[in-house]
């Protein structure tokens, strides 16, 4: 039995606000899906983020559907569930995916936690934020319980783990139940690939890449997926690597040898099919920024699809000295560092999930979230019973609910 493992793919995301790069995930992912048939595979498993946000453009909806036929085509069937990105927070609603579920996509959800493939219990949850952990640590316990019935058992989550997150995570290592024979994590960008428990724990990374800080594991490991063979006791993992559509090329140079460094990048692009993009640490910069940053752009500007640059002023650190001896401090990191004086987890997690709402504009999901650690932490036991009335009756009816109508009539006039 083998099947491929796939995750953060992040459809419909403009990357720099660039459609060029919006299109680079798309061609990403058309590659991933051919490749998924030719390793013909039994199946497939989407650990989350399948597009960049819960309300995905017409465009990024076409896209994975032409995947997903292709598949369908091949005798292949999808399982996925909804990452941090795809999630609709608010109680109630429902995530991009579920549109494709007539079109055979297996959608593991709270309602439906998990299906069988012949003889292969496949069990998972989509994205439960911090503040929300203890009832995801309860719905893992009750997973856990149904894989012991099973001789081979697949948890597909997309959570942050301590053990390879160094700040923000979901869970700890042990939290995580031990009796599943593979683990199919998303959320972090790096391939990750650990035993743990009875089988092994993998992260296959993000398909693109979808920040510049993941270059160094796309220098070490490439794009791409997995294969894996569950035949024998413990899972065989085959990475599969995706030739991303776009270079990215990272360059230190030296101010005062500036035309030298530049010929050097132009003799590397000149013949690339696509426009890279460049990445360049100027250092030991003694003018105007603006002046210097005019030179590489009129020199440059024709080769490359975006050039980021960095200027380190004469007797500056450069960006690379900084990074490898200092640790890197930012918003976040300054908000849990305050936060640590209150001696509240609970708060602690609430702030560092409001922070990444509201950097993204997502105003609605913001309130939910603070609606939902109102209810938790200070509603009476009587108004809990009522919200727990209030959701079961919403859970069975989930395909039914307006938000789900509104969304497939929006996409049936997609398709027409």
Same mark, same amino acid.
């Given at each position: 039995?083998?099947?491929?493992?796939?995750?953060?793919?992040?459809?419909?995301?403009?990357?720099?606000?660039? #459609?060029?790069?919006?299109? @680079?995930?798309?061609?990403?992912? &058309?590659?991933?899906?051919?490749?998924? !048939?030719?390793? %013909?595979?039994?199946?497939?498993?989407?650990?989350?983020?399948?597009?960049?946000?819960?309300?995905?453009?017409?465009?990024?909806?076409?896209?994975?559907?032409?995947?997903?036929?292709?598949?369908?085509?091949?005798?292949?069937?999808?399982?996925? #569930?909804?990452?941090?990105? @795809?999630?609709?927070?608010?109680? &109630?609603?429902?995530?991009?995916?579920? !549109?494709?579920? %007539?079109?055979?996509?297996?959608?593991?959800?709270?309602?439906?936690?998990?299906y069988m493939h012949d003889d292969v219990f496949i069990a998972g949850l989509p994205f439960y934020p911090a503040s929300k952990n203890n009832v995801l640590k309860s719905k893992l316990a009750e997973l856990s319980k149904k894989a012991a019935e099973h001789e081979k058992s697949i948890l597909v989550l997309h959570q942050g783990i301590d053990s390879y997150l160094n700040i923000q995570y979901e869970l700890e290592i042990g939290d995580i139940p031990d009796n599943f024979n593979y683990y199919a994590l998303g959320h972090i960008h790096k391939y990750i690939v650990s035993d743990f428990g009875k089988g092994k724990l993998v992260y296959p990374g993000s398909a693109e890449i979808w920040k510049t800080d993941e270059l160094k594991d796309y220098y070490e490991n490439g794009k791409g997926f997995v294969v894996v063979d569950l035949d024998g006791p413990k899972p065989q993992i085959k990475r599969v690597k995706i030739d991303i559509p776009r270079v990215f090329i990272e360059r230190s140079l030296d101010y005062n040898d500036l035309d030298s460094g530049i010929a050097g990048i132009k003799e590397t692009i000149k013949d690339y099919e696509k426009q890279p993009i460049l990445k360049l640490n100027i250092n030991n910069v003694d003018s105007d920024t603006g002046y210097v940053y005019d030179i590489i752009k009129e020199e440059l500007g024709d080769l490359a699809l975006m050039i980021r640059p960095t200027f380190n002023m004469v007797g500056e650190e450069s960006i690379d000295d900084i990074i490898v001896n200092k640790e890197s401090v930012g918003p976040k990191e300054l908000i849990i560092e305050k936060l640590a004086d209150y001696e509240d987890k609970d708060v602690e997690k609430l702030a560092i999930e409001l922070y990444d709402y509201l950097s993204k504009d997502k105003l609605e999901e913001s309130e939910a979230l603070i609606d939902q650690f109102f209810i938790e932490n200070y509603q009476t036991e009587k108004e809990d019973a009522e919200l727990k009335a209030e959701e079961t009756q919403a859970d069975e009816v989930e395909e039914e609910t307006p938000e789900s109508k509104d969304i497939q009539v929006t996409f049936k006039e997609v398709l027409e």
């Amino acid at each position: 039995m083998k099947f491929a493992h796939l995750a953060d793919t992040h459809l419909g995301y403009r990357q720099f606000g660039l #459609i060029e790069r919006e299109r @680079d995930f798309y061609e990403v992912f &058309g590659k991933v899906i051919d490749k998924i !048939i030719e390793e %013909k595979v039994d199946f497939v498993i989407h650990s989350g983020d399948l597009f960049e946000t819960e309300k995905p453009s017409p465009v990024a909806l076409l896209e994975f559907q032409k995947g997903l036929l292709k598949l369908k085509g091949a005798g292949i069937p999808m399982y996925a #569930i909804a990452g941090n990105h @795809d999630s609709v927070v608010r109680r &109630g609603a429902i995530p991009p995916q579920v !549109i494709f579920k %007539k079109m055979g996509l297996k959608v593991i959800s709270p309602i439906n936690t998990n299906y069988m493939h012949d003889d292969v219990f496949i069990a998972g949850l989509p994205f439960y934020p911090a503040s929300k952990n203890n009832v995801l640590k309860s719905k893992l316990a009750e997973l856990s319980k149904k894989a012991a019935e099973h001789e081979k058992s697949i948890l597909v989550l997309h959570q942050g783990i301590d053990s390879y997150l160094n700040i923000q995570y979901e869970l700890e290592i042990g939290d995580i139940p031990d009796n599943f024979n593979y683990y199919a994590l998303g959320h972090i960008h790096k391939y990750i690939v650990s035993d743990f428990g009875k089988g092994k724990l993998v992260y296959p990374g993000s398909a693109e890449i979808w920040k510049t800080d993941e270059l160094k594991d796309y220098y070490e490991n490439g794009k791409g997926f997995v294969v894996v063979d569950l035949d024998g006791p413990k899972p065989q993992i085959k990475r599969v690597k995706i030739d991303i559509p776009r270079v990215f090329i990272e360059r230190s140079l030296d101010y005062n040898d500036l035309d030298s460094g530049i010929a050097g990048i132009k003799e590397t692009i000149k013949d690339y099919e696509k426009q890279p993009i460049l990445k360049l640490n100027i250092n030991n910069v003694d003018s105007d920024t603006g002046y210097v940053y005019d030179i590489i752009k009129e020199e440059l500007g024709d080769l490359a699809l975006m050039i980021r640059p960095t200027f380190n002023m004469v007797g500056e650190e450069s960006i690379d000295d900084i990074i490898v001896n200092k640790e890197s401090v930012g918003p976040k990191e300054l908000i849990i560092e305050k936060l640590a004086d209150y001696e509240d987890k609970d708060v602690e997690k609430l702030a560092i999930e409001l922070y990444d709402y509201l950097s993204k504009d997502k105003l609605e999901e913001s309130e939910a979230l603070i609606d939902q650690f109102f209810i938790e932490n200070y509603q009476t036991e009587k108004e809990d019973a009522e919200l727990k009335a209030e959701e079961t009756q919403a859970d069975e009816v989930e395909e039914e609910t307006p938000e789900s109508k509104d969304i497939q009539v929006t996409f049936k006039e997609v398709l027409e």
